[in-house]
């Protein structure tokens, strides 16, 4: 199961070792996160987990809070995208014991950065998802764009 809407081979779920996905190990445990394309339209990425040494996805495999929190390096662009996230599952009225193995995902935006809380006898755990170069639309056809190099937004990196 991809993301929502029309699905392209981009939103459907990866499979194990695909070089379309990235893939990021959680410190002290044996899962890792796992961010795939979503729509880009949306600025939308899909995350799911995935055991890390099979790569195999996981529904949610421990107790945690993941939260949108403001970016640190510019927390005054981020106060609307904060509070506690929950999987799209969830989202849609399907209790977490009901979630079809290897199924749950989260939607995650460009630029947001999430922050994995409450995690049991660990330590919180921070990201921010990276921005997309996006082709012009038509908003972009009837403006001059300014480039400003060495600009934070230019820079940023996934994880």
């Known amino acids: 199961m991809g993301c929502i809407g029309v699905r392209t081979r981009e939103q459907k779920k990866p499979r194990p070792g695909d070089k379309h996905a990235l893939i990021r190990p959680i410190r002290d445990s044996e899962y890792s996160i796992r961010l ?4 880009i339209s949306a600025a939308e990425f899909c995350m799911n987990f995935v055991h890390t040494a099979t790569g195999q996805a996981v529904n949610s495999p421990f107790p945690y809070k993941l939260w949108s929190v403001p970016n640190p390096a510019m927390s005054w662009l981020s106060i609307p995208m904060t509070g506690q996230l929950k999987s799209a599952e969830y989202t849609f009225g399907i209790r977490p014991e009901d979630i ?3 199924e749950e995902k989260f939607f995650l935006r460009d630029g947001q950065t999430c922050l994995f809380m ?5 330590r919180s755990l921070r990201f921010t998802v990276s921005i997309r170069q996006r082709q012009s639309s038509s908003i972009d056809e009837d403006v001059d764009v300014l ?5 934070p937004l230019t820079s940023l990196e996934l994880l």
């Open 118 to 122: 409450k995690r049991p006898g660990k």
């Open 147 to 151: 480039d400003l190099p060495g600009h």
């Open 36 to 39: 795939y394309l979503g729509l």
């Open 100 to 102: 079809l193995p290897c």
